[in-house]
């Protein structure tokens, strides 16, 4: 668990207050879910691999215009393919710790000014603030295209 200092109240200086990811992240589930957040995650690869062993098996079989054949079923199948949106709920609930804990970092600098017990609190102060909460939607929406790489959709 990462700590980080906080001022208390007059006289008493600094006191240790534990960032509790799991509070953070549950803030983000919940402003996902409230925003209808879906993401698309590119699967390049998958769409690369489905296009040329498509285009190889069309050669075996057919001769040259089997390879033109084959690439471009495999190709509709890659893009076909390619368009999955998930749930971002589901997208974060997913992470691997170290993903959760960067994106934890990210949301910090954000409400690092708020004080919270739990994350009911967290939560109830973030979405009683439309421009806090819009910049927790900014830095959710960033991590999401910049990490991992994905194509973000709004259902609100």
Known sequence: MVSTMIQTAPGFGLAEMP???????????????????KAAVAHSGRGALLTGASAFVGGLLAGPPGIAAGGVVGGLLGWITS???KPVPQILMELPASERQKLCDEAMAV??????????QLIALVMANPALKEMVVGVLTNYLSRELKAQVKYGE
């Open 19 to 37: 960032i509790r990811v799991d509070d953070v992240m549950q803030l983000l589930v919940r402003i996902a879910s409230v925003k209808g957040m």
């Open 83 to 85: 368009g999955d949106f």
């Open 111 to 120: 409400i690092k000014n708020l004080r919270w017990t739990d994350a009911a």
